[in-house]
């Protein structure tokens, strides 16, 4: 009895830090069948960067070693056979079904947003919602383009229809720009900067055309400390108007598409880049994300402690430490039903936009 009791103890103090353990919303999954079919149509390179191997016990070890609960895993960059043909339905179906059974596997350590066979829309609706309803996976992930088809485009409305019937939550990641300047990409890898145009303008594109405000239920994670969207979102308000007087833009509803936009701080995240995402979200709005396994696992166990320092640190950033390491993530994706707030009052002055409506509606568990 007593080894009973001393079991139970442990595994309570286990669980409870666990419970505390960091949530990372940002992790790629690159498997064989995605691979294969790269190599085979002489893209392996196609995003100027090799891509890394992945191996599920590594990507644990690193996981414990760095104090993290949970990772949610996306499909890496770029899309396999992006003219949406069979082949594309095929790769894409056996990605997920990985996914989902690594998930399976180690229950509580993963989670997935499944891939879609865009720019075929259709086959994409479906794939949908066989992830959504059969696989369970814990939303969509999108790439800013396929094939030159950007997310805000007119075609993608009725997918964003089955996702806003889904309440789905939606990770972006930049892929290849296109149409690509090929000398210009060589000149500066894509990683170094253009990731953070291409992320920056598939937003926009969503917001020009109201997308978010349209489907509110769908909520959109963008990468990499929100790219260039601190800047973009003061010029787009301040010349809104000018376009609309000239038809160029139609109606906005600002407060709408910000409320349904989290923001990873995968890469370069400081306590500055922070700031100034806090000019235009809400700290109920930020996630952290390792990008893993794109950076060696040493350099991320360094950023994430180094991340905690200044959280820990920083007296206007402070409160909201345990909200960007794992509560606003628990409620974003369901695993929690206590809505994330800060210990105490944020003494930062900075304006920010009203979100309570978005964050008070209730998450849809898959």
């Known amino acids: 009895m007593k080894r009973l009791v001393a079991f139970v103890a442990s595994f309570l103090a286990v669980s409870a830090v666990m419970g505390q353990g960091v949530i990372d919303v940002h992790s790629h999954i690159i498997t064989p069948e995605f691979t294969s079919a790269l190599k085979s149509e002489g893209r392996l390179m196609d995003e100027g960067f090799p891509l890394p191997k992945y191996d599920v016990e590594k990507h644990l070890k690193w996981m414990d070693e760095a104090g993290v609960q949970t990772s949610v895993l996306t499909l ?197 880049a922070i700031r100034m995402l806090l000019t235009i979200t809400t700290p109920d709005h930020l996630l952290y994300g390792s990008d893993y396994p794109y950076v060696a696992p040493q350099v991320l166990s360094a950023s994430l402690l180094r991340m905690k320092s200044y959280l820990n640190s920083e007296p206007d950033l402070a409160p909201f430490k345990e909200m960007i390491l794992h509560k606003n993530a628990e409620w974003l994706l369901g695993m929690s039903q206590t809505k994330p707030t800060a210990n105490e009052a ?21």
């Open 346 to 366: 944020p003494t930062s002055n900075t304006s920010r936009p009203n979100t309570s409506r978005n964050t008070s509606r209730a998450r849809s568990t898959w």
């Open 76 to 272: 890496a960059a770029p899309q396999p056979f992006a003219d949406g043909g069979d082949h594309a339905l095929t790769t894409i179906r056996q990605c997920n079904e990985t996914a989902a059974r690594i998930k399976k596997a180690h229950a509580g350590r993963f989670l997935f947003c499944a891939a879609l066979p865009l720019p075929n829309v259709d086959a994409a609706i479906r794939e949908a919602v066989y992830a959504l309803d059969t696989l369970k996976a814990d939303g969509i992930k999108l790439a800013t383009n396929v094939n030159g088809q950007y997310l805000g485009a007119a075609e993608l409305d009725t997918l964003f229809a089955v996702l806003n019937e889904h309440k789905a939550v939606v990770i972006l990641h930049p892929h290849r720009p296109e149409p690509v300047n090929g000398a210009v990409m060589q000149q500066t890898p894509l990683a170094m900067q253009e990731y953070l145009s291409e992320t920056t303008r598939a937003v926009a594109n969503m917001i020009s055309r109201n997308v978010l405000a349209r489907y509110p239920d769908v909520k959109v994670v963008v990468p990499h400390c929100g790219a260039y969207l601190p800047l973009a979102v003061p010029r787009m308000k301040s010349l809104t108007p000018v376009m609309q007087a000239n038809k160029m833009v139609g109606e906005i509803d600002w407060e709408e598409n910000l409320a349904a936009l989290y923001y990873d701080l995968a890469g370069a995240h400081s306590p500055e």
